[in-house]
């Protein structure tokens, strides 16, 4: 849908807020995953309080990729015109602030006909088999494995802070390190950290 209008975004809402997955959402507004995605992110962040940005400035951009955060995500956390109905910052954008930035190419996790991710909803894997060549080419190796990792990571980014620290709870991990409570990103490292633990001492 190349223009949503107003009751077709709160349509939207309303089946988020119900708990409707994004796929019936997508099918029942016509809305791309994209749109629907983003829309609705945007929208659980305002819900939370969370202050948009509202320039695009380089090296937050990377501060943000480096604690582990997807393009999407960097993206709706810009609230660029102030309009309520925004989708973030496009991609394109933050992925060029981050290589004016670095000097690095912005290159994502992405592999298969029509860029899909490693992980898709639930975690489910896609192509994560069976790379194509129309994708970006990520070989079977030990660069295969770290962007299988870090898209695991960019799944658990997303949970928010209190879901963290329950599944960290529950994994014996302290929450603090030293006086200070651990932040987002290393409660994410230390729980895929003891959850690989945890698997390979089931295995052995």
Same mark, same amino acid.
């Given at each position: ?8 975004? =709160?349509? +939207? ?6 708990? !409707?997955?994004?796929? +019936? ?9 994209? /749109? ?6 945007? @929208?659980?962040?305002? !819900? /939370? ?6 320039? #695009? =400035?380089?090296?937050? #951009? $990377?501060?943000?990729? =480096?604690?582990g955060l997807s393009w999407g995500e960097i993206g709706v956390r810009h609230r660029l015109t102030g309009d309520h109905t925004t989708f973030g910052c496009p991609e394109g954008q933050v992925r060029k602030a981050f290589t004016e930035a670095t000097g690095l190419k912005s290159q994502g996790q992405r592999v298969g006909k029509g860029g @899909? ?6 975690? #489910? ?11 970006? &080419? *990520?070989?079977? =190796?030990?660069?295969?494995?770290? !962007? ?6 960019? @799944? ?5 802070? &209190?879901?963290? $620290? ?9 929450? $603090? ?6 932040? $987002?990103?290393?409660? *994410?490292?230390?729980?895929?950290? +003891?959850?690989?633990?945890?698997? *390979?001492?089931?295995?052995?």
């Open positions: 849908m190349k223009n949503p209008t107003k009751k077709t975004l =709160d349509k +939207a809402l309303a089946m988020h807020a119900e708990g !409707a997955p994004i796929k +019936a959402i997508i099918k029942e507004t016509g809305l791309n995953y994209s /749109q629907a995605w983003r829309y609705l992110r945007s @929208r659980d962040l305002e !819900a /939370q309080g969370f202050e948009f940005l509202t320039t #695009v =400035d380089q090296a937050g #951009v $990377k501060a943000m990729r =480096d604690e @899909r991710f490693y992980y898709g909803e639930m975690g #489910v894997p896609l192509y994560a088999g069976e790379l194509r060549p129309t994708g970006t &080419d *990520v070989p079977k =190796d030990a660069k295969y494995e770290g !962007a299988v990792q870090a898209a695991e990571n960019q @799944r658990l980014i997303h949970l928010d802070l &209190d879901t963290l $620290k329950e599944r960290a709870t529950a994994l014996g991990i302290n929450l $603090k390190s030293g006086n200070k409570n651990k932040t $987002k990103a290393k409660l *994410v490292t230390d729980i895929r950290k +003891a959850e690989a633990e945890k698997l *390979v001492s089931q295995e052995g």
